[in-house]
């Protein structure tokens, strides 16, 4: 089976790229003139940007791309980000719903979601945190990536805090109720356009977002594929996932290649987008990957070449 990897668009917002049609048409051309076509796509994270814009635009600004994958009849799977989390929220309110119509009040954490959406008429699969599947009998796993080393790191030490002074231990669902707690605020508030403007103004001006990514990413190192390729392996032992032999992931908007021997190869796709939020320019974007028997490769778009080719040995 070959399969298009598309991660990060962040339709909604102005630096996203494939909101183009003509970007789109072109992506598909390209799919088909280098790769010989393709029977599904994977969505990976971050393709909706529910933080800083109204729903209703992020949903328009994505229809050009999911009609014209319907129309190529592809099957399309969405595995949900940090920016798009919403998505994952609203499951996990209705299925609370479902259960609490047949008087089932116990709490319930879900450590891996399965369901399916329809936006505009055009039906998704949806996956969280991750989407697991077989090629070349290789064991693949697609996640966004945003459950990896950097931020979350100190979301964690916190919770970690806290717990101990009410002498209770780290569960595997704190992670997931802090991030939660945070990416609703950042949807809530992206409704109401001053307070998007105050917020950035803030973020702005006490230089808090620059000490912040000094922080965790203090070079690019960090952000990148190698830089990160130790808080792959946790991620993999920690959720008790076994053999993976390759896993890809998105997030950091920087595509690129790692692998240690005997250890699983990790690819990260790169994005759709010309900006990073704290508006620095980026130095790959517009790329993408493709995956079939022969192997993998990351593209950008108007390339012939690809930027990285790697085998399913």
């Given amino acids: 089976m070959a399969s298009l990897i598309i991660s ?11 909101k183009s049609q003509a970007k789109v048409d072109q992506l598909l051309r390209e799919v088909w003139e280098f790769e010989g076509g393709c029977e599904d796509v994977v969505l990976l994270g971050d393709i909706l940007d529910l933080w800083r814009v109204r729903p209703e635009n992020a949903v328009k600004d994505a229809i050009p791309l999911l009609k014209r994958l319907s129309r190529e009849d592809l099957k399309m799977r969405y595995v949900v980000g940090n920016h798009d989390h ?31 959406r329809t936006l505009c008429g055009i039906d998704l699969e949806m996956l969280y945190p991750t989407y697991r599947m077989r090629c070349c009998r290789r064991s693949i796993l697609f996640t966004h990536g945003h459950h990896l080393d950097g931020i979350q790191n100190y979301t964690l ?7 101990r002074l009410s002498g209770e231990e780290l569960a595997p ?38 000490r912040l990514n000094s922080g965790v ?42 692998q240690k021997r005997g250890g699983p190869l990790a690819l990260n796709a790169g994005s759709f987008t010309r900006d990073q ?25 108007g390339r012939k070449r690809p930027l990285f080719l790697c085998e399913l040995l």
């Fill in 8 to 18: 990060d668009t962040h339709f909604g917002q102005d630096c996203s790229t494939l």
């Fill in 173 to 210: 669902s704190d992670l997931e109720i802090m991030m939660t707690y945070a990416y609703e605020g950042l949807y809530r508030s992206a409704s109401i356009g001053e307070m998007v403007s105050f917020e950035t103004s803030i973020w702005k001006a006490s230089g808090l977002l620059q």
């Fill in 86 to 116: 919403h998505l994952v929220v609203q499951k996990q309110e209705a299925e609370f719903m479902e259960r609490a119509a047949r008087g089932d009040l116990f709490p319930v954490y879900l450590p891996c979601m399965r369901w399916h």
């Fill in 277 to 301: 939020e704290n508006g620095s320019r980026l130095e790959t974007p517009d790329t993408y990957m493709f995956m079939d028997e022969k192997g993998l490769a990351i593209r950008q778009l």
């Fill in 157 to 163: 030490q916190l919770v970690e805090r806290l717990r």
């Fill in 217 to 258: 990413f203090s070079n690019q190192r960090k952000a990148s594929v190698e830089g990160q390729y130790e808080a792959i392996l946790d991620f993999i032992r920690e959720r008790g996932l076994g053999r993976i032999d390759c896993f890809i992931y998105g997030d950091t908007h920087r595509p690129g290649v790692f």
